[in-house]
């Protein structure tokens, strides 16, 4: 925000204004309001009030220019002034309290908030006593600048601009430069670039080494074959992509170090169109091979090579362009149906049975190609042993979800009876299938409880697609099946009894009447590992979730809060109480910064109970509370920068400094409005200092990008689940 940026703004908004002004160059409100993309009426109103010199109705554009030319380059008393006539809705020279109210009402619906009226009279009390220094019923424009000097960043926003008072910032130019051409980003991906060269390699040594063994049998054959041995190492491949538990195991290894595993899935994708377009190559070639020979043959005998049985053509019973084709249709299939826009879009049972067509196109490759077996030995062994372990897991006996607490942000909290010999590690997640909402149907969900509660797990399920919403949907049934009478349940309601009660503020309200007992079959595979299993081996692990993407952090959080109590001693002469040192061979962490960012308010009910908990844990056991910082931020909120929003923001602070905990969500940890300025957020991280800092992050794959470019710029090594 400088004197450039303010000069593009103005003349953004002479451009606007002059496209909606017409002719007579004059503006109604109507107009203003649309122009300025103010989406309340109430500040559209007062700007437009305030710019209106005259009273006359309507603003000329010389007229609103002038007046947005002395904010954009009046001193910071001028901006001050605009902000009180803002503020000083009847015009009387001073802000009384059904004033501030008023204002503050609608800040609070400019950013998304609802809160009761008592609580609103509150905040207006808080700002209203703190800023009337003379106690006369009313604030005047010198005890409002003396209020708003003891925040020295809001009268720095004041002089700073006014592009951001009236309008959205204008989106940031992007580099010229390809971020996959600097040096940082290739030697941050060196270990999935080097996976990728060594991916490419091979495969072109495989489509050289057999074009030339056959390099005397015609151009379209040279290509077939080559391709087709490129098919037989690909194929297996994508098999062993897929195999779960080697690579669970595989991240307890060194060799997680060296192999991109977190991009498994990614890889697997990259494969799948790799096969298809050699598959196409190879059988395109192999017809074109055909065509030669039914020309040099006098006679059109490319039909016959294709439908039926040819001596000398490969497979088994020389039936190797027949089982191509169907191969061909399989693929082209399976990788259609796999596409986003299908999986995303209602259609998952598309893609789920054209899936399983990977026992077929197995089957089928076997007979197809006389070599491919030895490439599929070992991945095919490893692939039905591991559905075996996981068919013999879930299907003992089966499992039960004992509660249910259905949160009004659309998010399902499901409580499932733990298997006895059910082990896994915080942040592992599973598939879980219910029969009663999709016989067939099984879905990855993260675990979202610690390992150390024995009884249970937790799954926090939102729902975003339609088993999801389906899964939401039953259990709103007044009927479900009936919970059995068994000990479980009863220690259920008494252990975690905490989890459903109110532990925060107004802003967290965690209805205790919005969980229901029940006992509905289900069946869990899993554990499976992820990339937050290497946190405790971090020695500054910044933990950064989204929305739901809070849940493999959940497990995370509660487990180091596990490991706390264990490590608690008492002095048995003074009872005073510390936590000894955290680090051992399991866990290196020294300092744990936990950044969750919702869009809005309702959506911090997930884990909100969880997270008081935590705070009073850790203030029992470590009273400065440095080893676990929270930072929580609330998207749609306005600022201290825009003006629409400084005062409701003060007020918000005014009050959590007298009452020690936030308004909006109950936490002492101050919701912060607005999305992180990550360049201060890893700023403060890199000069804290304690050791090497990799940040985990669950969320969007866009701001997934953002925060892994800044950790490139920093130096921290970045870890995404897939989401």
Same mark, same amino acid.
């Given at each position: ?46 700007? =437009?009030?305030?710019?209106?010199? #005259? %009273? /006359? *109705?309507? @603003?000329?554009? !010389? $007229? +609103?220019?002038?007046? &947005? ?14 902000? =009180?006539?803002?503020?000083?809705? #009847? %015009? /009387? *020279?001073? @802000?009384?309290? !059904? $004033? +501030?109210?008023?204002? &503050? ?619």
């Amino acid at each position: 925000m400088s004197a450039a940026k303010d000069a593009e703004w103005l003349r953004w908004v002479t451009k606007q204004f002059g496209n909606i002004a017409g002719k007579d160059k004059e503006i109604n409100l109507e107009e203003f309001k649309a122009a300025l993309q103010v989406k309340e009426s109430f500040f559209a109103e007062r700007f =437009f009030a305030l710019f209106d010199a #005259d %009273g /006359s *109705g309507t @603003i000329s554009l !010389e $007229e +609103l220019l002038k007046a &947005l030319s002395l904010l954009v380059h009046g001193n910071e008393m001028d901006k001050l002034r605009f902000l =009180f006539q803002v503020y000083d809705v #009847d %015009g /009387s *020279g001073s @802000i009384d309290p !059904e $004033e +501030l109210r008023l204002v &503050l009402r609608w800040c609070l619906r400019e950013s998304a908030l609802a809160l009761p009226e008592p609580r609103l009279a509150d905040l207006t009390r808080a700002l209203f006593e703190a800023a009337d220094k003379d106690h006369s019923g009313s604030i005047t424009f010198e005890e409002l600048q003396q209020e708003l000097e003891a925040f020295p960043g809001v009268m720095e926003n004041l002089s700073i601009s006014a592009a951001t008072w009236l309008q959205p910032q204008l989106p940031a130019q992007k580099s010229g430069r390809p971020q996959y051409l600097t040096w940082l980003y290739w030697h941050n991906h060196r270990s999935t670039v080097a996976f990728l060269g060594g991916y490419i390699g091979l495969n072109l040594l495989l489509f050289a080494l057999a074009a030339l063994h056959h390099a005397g049998l015609g151009g379209w054959l040279v290509v077939a074959r080559g391709c087709g041995q490129c098919l037989n190492f690909n194929c297996a491949f994508l098999a062993v992509l897929m195999l779960r538990r080697c690579l669970t195991w595989l991240r307890t290894t060194p060799v997680a170090e060296v192999l991109p595993l977190d991009q498994h899935i990614a890889f697997h994708q990259l494969v799948g169109y790799v096969v298809l377009a050699l598959a196409t190559t190879h059988t395109g070639a192999h017809v074109a091979n055909f065509s030669r020979l039914a020309q040099q043959d006098g006679r059109d005998v490319l039909t016959e090579y294709l439908l039926y049985p040819h001596s000398g053509t490969g497979g088994l019973g020389d039936t190797a362009a027949q089982t191509g084709l169907v191969l061909q249709g399989l693929l082209v299939a399976m990788v259609t149906f796999s596409c986003p826009c299908i999986r995303q879009s209602g259609h998952f049972q598309l893609f789920y049975w054209t899936h399983l067509s990977y026992i077929s196109i197995w089957t089928l490759l076997i007979l197809h190609g006389p070599h491919f077996w030895k490439w599929f030995a070992v991945p095919g062994c490893l692939f039905v042993l591991e559905k075996v372990v996981g068919l013999a897991g879930w299907r003992t006996g089966g499992l039960h979800i004992v509660e249910v607490n259905l949160l009004p942000s659309k998010v399902t909290h499901l409580v499932i009876e733990r298997p006895q010999f059910f082990h896994y590690k915080p942040g592992d997640f599973v598939y879980l299938n219910i029969p009663a909402i999709a016989t067939y149907e099984w879905h990855p969900f993260t675990i979202s409880s610690a390992p150390e509660q024995r009884e249970t797990l937790w799954l926090h399920i939102r729902s975003l697609g339609q088993w999801t919403n389906k899964l939401y949907e039953y259990f709103q049934q007044p009927e479900l099946p009936s919970p059995e009478l068994k000990p479980l349940s009863r220690s259920l309601r008494e252990k975690r009894s905490w989890c459903w009660t109110q532990v925060g503020g107004d802003g967290a309200q965690l209805l205790a009447n919005t969980h229901r007992l029940c006992s509905v079959k289900c069946y869990v595979d899993g554990p499976y590992g992820t990339p937050t299993r290497q946190i405790f081996t971090s020695e500054h692990a910044v933990l950064i979730g989204a929305g739901i993407g809070i849940t493999p952090f959940a497990s995370i959080l509660q487990s180091i809060m596990y490991r706390y109590r264990r490590r608690k001693q008492s002095c048995p002469s003074c009872h005073h109480s510390w936590c000894e040192d955290l680090r051992d061979e399991e866990m290196m962490l020294r300092k744990v910064d936990f950044i969750w960012i919702n869009r809005d308010q309702k959506h911090f009910e997930w884990f909100v109970s969880l997270l008081t908990k935590l705070e009073m844990e850790q203030a029992e056991q470590e009273p400065g509370g440095r080893f676990l910082e929270m930072h929580m931020y609330m998207t749609s909120a306005l600022g201290k920068n825009d003006m629409k929003g400084v005062g409701l923001q003060l007020a918000l602070d005014l009050l959590a400094t007298k009452e020690q905990r936030d308004l909006i969500t109950g936490l002492r940890t101050r919701t912060q409005p607005g999305r992180p300025d990550w360049s201060k957020v890893f700023g403060k991280v890199a000069e804290e200092k304690k050791g090497k800092v990799q940040v985990f992050f669950c969320g969007s794959p866009a701001l997934a990008k953002v925060i892994r470019t800044h950790c490139e710029r920093f130096g921290f090594r970045f870890f995404k689940e897939n989401f």
